[in-house]
């Protein structure tokens, strides 16, 4: 047989081989693979999509916008608790989401991140329910409304560290 021919042939069985292993399903015994942050993932272009990072007190994924801005991380921090932080378009935290030492809170603010709510799962330090802060965008008037263990209180700040509570208590005897 020609030199040349059987040459060919062997290059295509090999060609069908690395075919046939790119193509087959992966083996139930496969290894995953490992990677070892920092890792950056970019797109065709270069661009920055994803990051993975650890730094001293945190761990966590990035995803970035096409302006290169992290636009929602998901990680762990100091006290070895998730968070989620959600940024708008230009980089401003709108939505926070963390766990604190007597459970979750949950911040959403404006765009200029000043004024929102914020929802909380507890009160440390007391055995109350949660409470929910409203805040004003300039300081001005806010409000806050927390279960307590005699009820519930409610707060009105004017801005001017002045502020009024009112405390409603069970079977109307506020």
Do not use: C
Request: hydrophobic share 40%; proline share 3%.
């Amino acid at each position: 047989m020609n030199k040349s021919l059987v040459a060919l042939e062997q290059r295509v069985t090999a060609l069908e081989a690395k075919l046939a292993a790119l193509t087959s399903s992966p083996s139930p015994q496969a290894t995953a693979t490992r990677l070892i942050a920092p890792v950056e993932v970019v797109n065709a272009e270069g661009q920055l999509i994803l990051t993975i990072q650890q730094q001293r007190n945190d761990t966590s994924i990035s995803l970035y916008n096409t302006a290169g801005r992290p636009i929602a991380t998901l990680g762990v921090d100091g006290t070895q608790a998730g968070y989620l932080a959600i940024r708008n378009a230009a980089g401003v935290l709108v939505a926070y989401l963390d766990v604190e030492s007597a459970g979750a809170r949950l911040i959403l603010q404006d765009h200029q991140e000043a004024g929102g709510v914020v929802l909380f799962g507890g009160d440390s330090g007391q055995t109350a329910g949660g409470g929910i802060n409203v805040l004003h965008t300039a300081g001005g008037l806010s409000m806050s409304l927390w279960s307590t263990t005699d009820g519930g209180k409610l707060t009105i700040y004017d801005g001017q560290a002045h502020e009024q509570e009112v405390l409603i208590l069970p079977g109307n005897q506020s």
